[in-house]
């Protein structure tokens, strides 16, 4: 097994439509070695996030385009090697080339290649940074820019940029000073974010085998932006709580750590392997939450007609926020999905609604960064019901908006996020 070969083979898959993640997870099942992983997900990830890049420089090298999905592969992880990673330049043409044992006629392309770019890559680079800068599709750039101007070409670049790891401490068991105090017992840096009382932001990222008391539940890893949402739901002792598109659960286990008497949680999201990881979650930290694979638009087939005191809806979207962690979406996402998952946001929060108490808190949140899903879907809700009033979010973070509070990603080391809190009138 050749780690590279793995590794094309996975952006195969990524071109194809699956997700890196799963792509990745499909990998696993051959690549039992820890070291063989953390550099397939490093080849994969990197030449993912300059996709765009890579192929406009790769269109330079070739008198026609390479029709063979897995030698196309092949040549964008070369790329990404030769300019972005510390392999020497030899070994990662020759290890590269090597690959192909199967496909004789393509080594002798990829060795032309990948030597041509050696020879011409000041120029090559150059040419790139004048064209594809951002190595963004054209229609997301744009939309970027149209949503906020000045302020997105830094956005555009924090994309591309390695996401921080930022660990989330259960206050049940320890301080998050305490819990950097542990970490430096085990030589692991870590500061303070201000944004959370629990968040820890790590100096480099570490395998969460190595964190202290990760198994027995004492930290999760969780963006300190969705870190947010817990705190900003503030359920009280003796509520009947809903999470409605919960999965991976990080939101849900928040809360209960924030709030372990509330009456009840539930837990709703329409993929039922996806909530597999909430259930894994609660009984990693030790909390306990009902778990049910549904449709949060379609509440008649699930609820049971008692109102809750306060919903949370992570409202699917974009995801346009937290490319940085999943660059794959740069490759997936599509320019008319943007008003398809305008509708399907409006559908869910419009459905849930209605299981709101009056006097009932829901918070609204998504991972975009676009207006469109996230403070013009809660102006267009709130002038079509007039039972539901916006809470005002006074913070220190994010960007305070006619609606709602926006974060743009990198803020504070965050990700891009969006809140709005709405209280229902009786």
């Known amino acids: 097994m050749n780690v590279r070969l793995v590794a094309a083979n996975v952006i195969v898959r990524v071109l194809e439509g699956k997700s890196l993640t799963g792509a990745l997870d499909e990998a696993w099942l051959k690549v039992p070695d820890v070291k063989e992983r953390a550099f397939i997900q490093a080849l994969c990830y990197g030449s993912i996030r300059y996709y765009f890049r890579l192929d406009f420089i790769l269109s330079k090298l ?62 090559l680079e150059a040419l790139a940074d004048k064209h594809v800068a951002y190595a963004h599709p054209d229609w997301m750039i744009k939309l970027i820019k149209s949503n906020w101007g000045a302020d997105a070409k830094a956005m555009l ?21 305490d819990y950097i105090d542990l970490l430096a017992a085990n030589n692991i840096s870590a500061t303070l974010m201000a944004s959370s009382e629990q968040a820890i932001l790590l100096g480099e990222p570490v395998v969460v085998a190595k964190l202290p008391k990760f198994s027995e539940g004492w930290v999760s890893v969780q963006d300190s932006a969705a870190q947010l949402a817990a705190k900003l739901l503030n359920a009280q002792a003796g509520d009947r709580v809903l999470d409605v598109c919960a ?35 609660l009984t990693r930290l030790h909390l306990e939450a009902d778990v049910l694979a549904a449709d949060g638009a379609e509440t008649d087939s699930w609820w049971d007609g008692e109102q809750f005191d306060r919903i949370l809806l992570d409202a699917p979207c974009s995801a ?10 740069k490759l997936l996402r ?30 609204y949140a998504t991972c975009s960064v676009l207006k469109q899903e996230n403070e013009l879907q809660i102006e267009s809700f709130l002038a079509n019901n007039e039972d539901a009033v916006e809470v005002v979010i006074d913070a220190d973070w994010g960007i305070k908006r006619p609606f709602g509070r926006q974060i743009l990603t990198g803020d504070q080391f965050m990700d891009g996020f969006y809140y709005a809190c709405l209280q229902k009138q009786s």
């Open 247 to 281: 999965a991976p659960g990080g939101k849900t286990a928040h809360i209960l750590e924030m709030q372990p008497n509330v009456a009840s949680l539930l837990a709703v999201d329409i993929d039922a392997n996806r909530l597999e990881r909430v259930k894994e979650n």
């Open 157 to 177: 670049f924090a994309n591309n940029e390695l996401p921080p790891m930022v660990l989330r401490v259960n206050n049940r068991f320890c301080s998050a000073a």
């Open 334 to 363: 599509r320019e008319d999905d943007i008003a398809q998952l305008q509708v399907l946001q409006k559908q869910i929060l419009q459905a849930n609604w209605a299981l709101l108490k009056p006097g009932g808190t829901l918070l």
């Open 320 to 329: 346009l926020g937290v490319i940085r962690r999943h660059p794959d979406i």
């Open 62 to 123: 070739v008198n026609k385009p390479v029709k063979d999905k897995q030698v196309k592969a092949l040549l964008i992880l070369g790329l990404f090697q030769l300019q972005y990673m510390r392999v020497k330049e030899h070994a990662a043409v020759s290890e590269t080339v090597a690959v192909m044992k199967k496909k004789q006629w393509a080594k002798s392309l990829l060795n032309a290649i990948l030597r041509r770019y050696l020879r011409e890559q000041e120029e």
